[in-house]
């Protein structure tokens, strides 16, 4: 028996360091040491040995098992490294290979336009505020001091979900909506960039939506004044510092007076060019001090508190800044055009 453990265990030694893989080292662990394995079936003879041999048996046998363990522990170690060392090698990378393109893409025109805008305003201390696109009758229109068969929601006409609601048709609501957050109490300064929407035809300079960013201020001793100085500011950061406003009187049912402000045209310096066709003057927004009725109707006593509004069309401050023809490249998404503003900011 002794000779027949001897036999197996150099046996189990050599199968096992000729081993080359992991698969095959556990196969050679069940064959020696596993359940079936002759080593085991050995095991119940050793009662039947005469006791002052069990002893020696014992040892032997054990000595036997621990050697092939312990073979097959050393092995399964330099397997494994092994295996890590062909991996690697296998998955090596090929940094010849061209990479990925992860250059930063560019901002959409009209964003850039906005967060200039904004962050103008930021510096004059507005906050920015946001209103539904889907607005109610109410705030679009009647709030604003535009009555049911007001004629002037002939010029702001558009798409109505039901009677009472529609896709507003300025930014103007949120007007409304900030007084009535106040409770009557002043004072407030705040910007609102938003998409609006129109029933209109669409051709080069008209379009059925389109941005706006409005502003509105509301304090004591607010007056014309301030606005005048206001939109100067922003005129000459957004055009140059060279520019002038001058205002044209206007009409709005939310306002009075109402006015329609011009800059001195950038290209020419007022000179009059292709631009401004020829009068020196381009028209950027519109403007005017809060109407008593809208100030009364969200809670403001108009004989304590004035303020002043204005709406800028944002596509039209991109169309004169980017020299762009056609307002319907803002929406139709073609990289051409994209592209040309990936250096801007
Ligand atoms: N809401 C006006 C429009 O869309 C613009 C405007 C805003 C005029 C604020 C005056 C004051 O035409």
Redesign the pocket.
């Known amino acids: 028996m002794k000779e027949q453990l001897e036999k197996i265990e150099i046996e189990a030694l050599e199968q096992i360091s000729l081993a080359t893989d992991l698969k095959h080292l556990n196969e050679l662990r069940v064959t020696y040491l596993g359940k079936k394995s002759t080593i085991q079936s050995l095991m119940p003879m050793m009662g039947k040995l005469p006791s002052e041999e069990r002893a020696a048996f014992g040892q032997l046998i054990n000595g036997v098992k621990t050697r092939i363990m312990t073979k097959v522990e050393e092995k399964q170690k330099e397997l494994e490294a092994l295996e890590l060392q062909r991996k690697l090698e296998k998955e090596t990378i090929d940094v010849t290979l061209p990479g990925k393109d992860f250059r930063a893409k560019s901002f959409h025109p009209i964003s850039i336009i906005v967060d200039e805008i904004t962050n103008i305003c930021l510096g004059m201390g507005y906050q920015v505020e946001e209103g539904p696109e889907v607005e109610s009758d109410y705030y679009n229109f009647e709030m604003l001091n535009l009555p049911k068969d007001h004629p002037a929601r002939e010029m702001?006409d558009t798409f109505y979900i039901n009677e009472n609601t529609l896709l507003r048709?300025?930014?103007?609501p949120v007007?409304v909506r900030t007084l009535l957050k106040h409770n009557g109490v002043g004072p407030l300064k705040i910007i609102c960039p938003g998409k609006?929407y129109r029933r209109d035809d669409d051709d080069a300079t008209h379009s059925h939506q389109f941005y706006?960013i409005?502003?509105?201020v509301v304090d004591k001793n607010v007056t014309m004044a301030d606005l005048k100085g206001t939109l100067s500011i922003l005129a000459k950061k957004m055009f140059g510092e060279k520019r002038e406003i001058k205002f044209r009187s206007s009409y709005?049912p939310?306002?009075e007076p109402?006015v329609e402000v011009d800059v001195s045209c950038y290209a020419c310096d007022g000179k009059g060019c292709s631009i401004c066709k020829g009068t020196g003057w381009i028209e950027i927004?519109?403007?005017?001090m809060v109407h008593p009725n809208v100030l009364k109707m969200s809670g403001f006593d108009p004989n304590v508190y004035q303020g002043f509004?204005?709406?800028i069309g944002v596509e039209r401050i991109a169309i004169l800044r980017y020299g762009i023809d056609d307002i319907r490249y803002f929406y139709t998404n073609d990289l051409r055009f994209l592209n040309q503003f990936s250096k801007e900011r």
């Open positions: 702001q048709t300025h930014t103007s007007q609006v706006q409005e502003g509105l709005f939310f306002t109402s927004l519109g403007a005017g509004a204005f709406g």
